[in-house]
Structure formats: C-alpha cells, structure tokens
C-alpha cells in the first residue's frame, strides 16, 4: 500500500486510540491494557508471512521465533483478559 | 484468496479492534469488547494464513506451540500474578517485532537491496525509509523487551522492587541511547552494504541494553506507569514492524496499542502528579530516607475485638485496598466482612486509588475476583467528596495513597500526588503486616494521627477475624 496512505492510516489511528481510551474510568484499566497487549499481538500477521517463506533461511527463522512468541502474546492475552472481565460483575447478576 | 480479499478483511479486522477497544471502556460490554477484538485476530490470523505462497511446514508447529504456551500460562496464572504476566507477554511481543524487522532485513539482504526495492515500487520511497523502519522496529521491539522482562522480574519480586542506581547512571543511559541512535543511523547510510548486518547486530545489542537500563533504575510505586508505556511500546514495534512489510492492519493495530498506552501512561502520572519525564528519569524510589520531615508522636496499635467494637457501630465505612491486599489474598474476606457491614446497616464503598497496586486497575480487578459488586467501587475523587462522613476508613495494605505527607510536606517524595484523605475520617483502621516501612520506603505520617489505629497483623487474618467477631 502507498507509503502516504500508511502514514495518513497510522495519524488517523493514533487519534483513533487517544480518544478511545480517554473514556475508559480507571476501574477498567487493567484489563485495558490486558487487552491492548493482546492486539499487540497483531506482529502474528507479520511473523505468519516471514515464517512462511520457501527460501531465505535465516529470515524463516527468525520468522519463526517471531511466530511462537507473537502466537504466545495473543493467546495467553485475550485468555488473560477474558478471565478477568468475567469477574466483573454486578449486583443485579449475583 | 486474492489480495484485494485480504486487504479489506484487515480493514474489518481493524474495525473490530477500535469496536473492541471502544466496549472495553465500559463493564457491562467489555466481555464482549474482548471477545470482539479476538475475532478481529482470528480473521487476521486466518486471511494472512491463505496468502499464496506460503509453507505451512513450520507455521503449523509454531502456532500450536504458542498457542499452548499462551493458553497454559493463562490458565494458570492467579490473579495476584497478573501484572506480571501481562508484562512478560508484552515483552515477547515486543520481541516479536524486532525479529520480524531482523527477518526482513536479513531476506533482503539475501535477495539483494536492487531486487527488493524493485518489487516494492511505489510502496517506499526508497532504500533508506526500508533501512530506517527496519532500525526502528528493531530498536522499539528490543527496548519493550528487555524494559518488559526486567518490570516482570522486579513485579515478581525476583530482583528487588525498589530503584537500583549506581554513579554516573544518566550519564551512561544517555551515552547508550545515543550509541544506538548513532549505529542505526550510519547502519541506514550504508544498508545494501555487506557489512550493515554487522552493524544492525550493535542496533540490536544497544536496544536490549537501554531496556534494562531503563527500567531498572525505576522504582517500584512507579511501576504501573512504566508497564502502560511498554505496552504503547509494544505497539509502537507493531507498527514499525507493519513499515517494513508494509502491512496495513499491523500499522493500524500497532499505532492503537501505541496510543492507548501513552494516553494511560499519561493518565497514571497525572494522578501521580508528576511528569512523564520525572517518572522515567527522575530516579524516584532511591530517595527513601532523605527527604521529609521526621514524624513525632507514636503509632498506636488496637485490638481486633476493639475495632470489632467500633465497626458495629459504624454508619459507614470505606475500604482502602493496596496492594498488600493482593498480595495476602485477603480480598475474598473483605468481601464478607462489607457484606456483614451492610447487613449490620453501614454504607459501603471500596475506594480504589489510581495508582493503587501494581498495576493501574489491578485493584478493581481483585475486588472483581471477589464478587465485590461494582457499584461499590468508588473513585477517589468520589471518595474524597465525603470522607468526612465516613465513621471507619480501613486501609489494608495501601500506602503512599493515604499518606497525608502528600499534601503536607513539601520535602516529601510524594509531594503534590493527590491521595485519598482517609486521615479526615472519623476513624482510620490501618492493617499492616509489621511496623516497617512500605514498599516505597517513604514514612507515612498517618500512622501517626490521632484518630488514626494501626492493627497489625496478616490483613486476610485479620479480616477473618473481624468476621468472626461479628459472627458470635
């Protein structure tokens, strides 16, 4: 994709997060950032694409690591945080 | 599946993760926020899977071999242990970028610099913007590393919790900081060169150093601060990672997570009341026994049957928790000792400090785990609006929240952090293992009040007690 695009893309996201978050009341922000570190996790996409690769054998590798790691950050985090929201409840479903 | 398929599935991946984000605001959609995020992943996850060209040999293995490792170290972890763990995977996400930018370049290298840049066209300007992301995801990914292992280690408690300084530290920060921006430049000029990898090796060995070097001189009340900046670091390397492959969904992805962790960092040190820079730099936690006046007066330690006395009367009563709370797992006590309280016709309310624990919200999520409704849960500007009221505040295992030196002594390390004034309630509880000094190691001149009674003592015994007596 066009490098403008991208960067316009990546300006417009960081608005994007600033206001999103600046709603959140603090209560929530440990699993926030749970969940955020979760979709940080998003470099899978990038690992997937290096470790898939027929030749380059090093950049496979690396690749590869990248995967486990990144594969890691996104299971264990939206495992994590989901256990964490399920326990906030109200008095109404107690 | 053809690229056009792809590209627009990412788009919907990235709105997924902004809807995501957007529901985990609020308590009632948050479950659901999560669940929708994860979707976003899956599709992701599934889409770039069908992209021509690519050996499945090895993905399958590395898929399933994290996922395990995620899925059981998840499972298992208690909720005391969450911070820590949400550090760790930050850090192996983190590293995750850094090999992918390292991938990148090495394949580069091996396909030769003409040839890539041929078949990239108009996607990058040229060789040196390839060579510059590759740089910064390097760097960003190296540093959320290394800053990521060594918060989980000193959370853990496996290396000491408060600020490790030595002589001339800044200064060698700083040299190490410039060392790497140096390298990185001279490795863009000379990028198609052999020689570069030698160089992105030094890039890669300064990154993982100025991550411990970082974080190690920060001390432990600071923590939460330093855990929400690694996090927007984590993906500001998606992102960088996403120049390099030019990947939309990465660079939309990872510029999220990067602003959503500063705008928490910012928020955490405005409750701190201190600047993001002071907090990083300022080497706070190492002034422990200078600053702040000597305290006078004795503290005054009371009888679980005493307090038992007092709480029975009480009209209203206010929880304080820290994150000693956590740490004795006396949570699920204070939950049945607020539901005797209620019962026996008192008010209420846990107050929940900003920066209380180890991590911001850690406490919320605790007192969650007890089934603590959330109503009860108030902030502490609420809390503060009418602690004059309040008959009992009982501080268990909270610290420098509740330390009126905050606001009254000028020399103090915390001076300026708004805190929760449980000093101007009628009665203050505090529960405290022993008569040491916190994990900050700054003195709390509350202990000292008047009105003010220290039980000593395990909180999650202590709690249990207090229900006992009200059981007889």
């Known amino acids: ?94 | 599946m053809p690229e056009s398929i792809i590209n627009v599935s990412y788009i919907v991946a990235a709105i997924l993760f902004i809807l995501g984000i957007k529901m985990l605001g609020s308590a009632s959609t948050a479950v659901k926020g999560n669940r929708i995020s994860s979707l976003g992943m899956l599709i992701a996850v599934i889409v770039t899977l069908s992209k021509s060209g690519l050996d499945y040999t090895w993905i399958v293995a590395g898929l399933v071999l994290g996922g395990m490792i995620g899925l059981v170290a998840a499972k298992r972890v208690q909720m005391t242990g969450m911070p820590e763990l949400v550090a760790l995977f930050n850090g192996f996400g983190g590293l995750a970028s850094l090999l992918v930018g390292w991938s990148e370049y090495e394949k580069v290298r091996t396909e030769g610099w003409g040839v890539y840049m041929e078949k990239v066209g108009d996607a990058m300007p040229g060789q040196w913007f390839l060579a510059l992301v590759i740089v910064l995801a390097v760097i960003i990914g190296g540093i959320t590393f290394t800053g990521s292992i060594v918060a989980y280690l000193k959370l853990s408690g496996k290396i000491g919790g408060t600020a490790t300084i030595f002589p001339l530290q800044k200064l060698i920060n700083l040299l190490v900081m410039l060392g790497a921006v140096v390298v990185g430049c001279y490795f863009i000029t000379i990028a198609d060169n052999e020689t570069a990898r030698f160089w992105l090796w030094w890039v890669i060995f300064l990154s993982l150093l100025i991550g411990v070097l970082g974080v190690i001189p920060i001390g432990g009340g600071d923590m939460p601060v330093v855990i929400a900046l690694l996090n927007s670091f984590s993906g500001l390397g998606a992102a960088a990672a996403g120049f390099v492959i030019t990947n939309t969904v990465l660079v939309v992805a990872g510029c999220l997570v990067g602003a959503s962790g500063l705008i928490l960092s910012m928020i955490m040190c405005k409750a701190m009341n201190r600047s993001l820079g002071n907090v990083l730099f300022g080497g706070f936690g190492a002034l422990t026994s200078s600053g702040g006046k000597q305290v006078e007066g004795e503290m005054k330690a009371l009888s679980v049957k005493d307090a038992y006395y007092v709480l029975e009367a009480a009209q209203s009563v206010v929880f304080v928790p820290g994150y000693g709370m956590a740490v004795a797992q006396a949570q699920h006590v204070v939950k049945e000792l607020s539901e005797i309280l209620e019962r026996n016709g008192a008010e209420v309310r846990h107050a929940v400090h900003p920066v209380a624990g180890r991590m911001p919200g850690h406490m919320n999520v605790l007192l969650a785990e007890a089934d603590v409704p959330y109503e009860q849960l108030c902030e502490m500007e609420e809390v503060n609006a009418i602690i004059p009221t309040v008959d009992v505040a009982i501080v268990i295992g909270a610290n420098d929240v509740v330390n009126p030196a905050a606001i009254e002594d000028e020399k103090s390390p915390i001076y300026g952090m708004p805190i929760i004034n449980v000093h101007q309630a009628r009665s203050v509880f505090v529960l405290k293992r022993g008569q040491g000094a916190g994990y900050s190691g700054i003195i709390n001149t509350l202990f000292f009040r008047e009105n003010c009674r220290m039980i000593y003592g395990d909180a999650k015994a202590t709690v249990g007690s207090m229900v006992a007596q009200f059981e007889e």
């Open chain 1, 1 to 94: 994709m066009e490098l403008i695009l991208l960067l316009f893309t990546f300006i417009l996201a960081a608005f994007l997060g600033f206001e999103l978050i600046s709603k959140v009341p603090s209560q929530l922000h440990t699993p926030l950032m749970s969940g955020s570190n979760a979709i940080s996790g998003i470099t899978i996409v990038g690992a997937l694409i290096a470790s898939g690769q027929q030749d380059y054998a090093i950049s496979k590798w690396l690749g590869l690591a990248a995967l486990v790691l990144a594969t890691i950050n996104v299971v264990g985090g939206y495992y994590v945080t989901d256990r964490m929201l399920s326990m906030f409840k109200s008095k109404k479903d107690q």
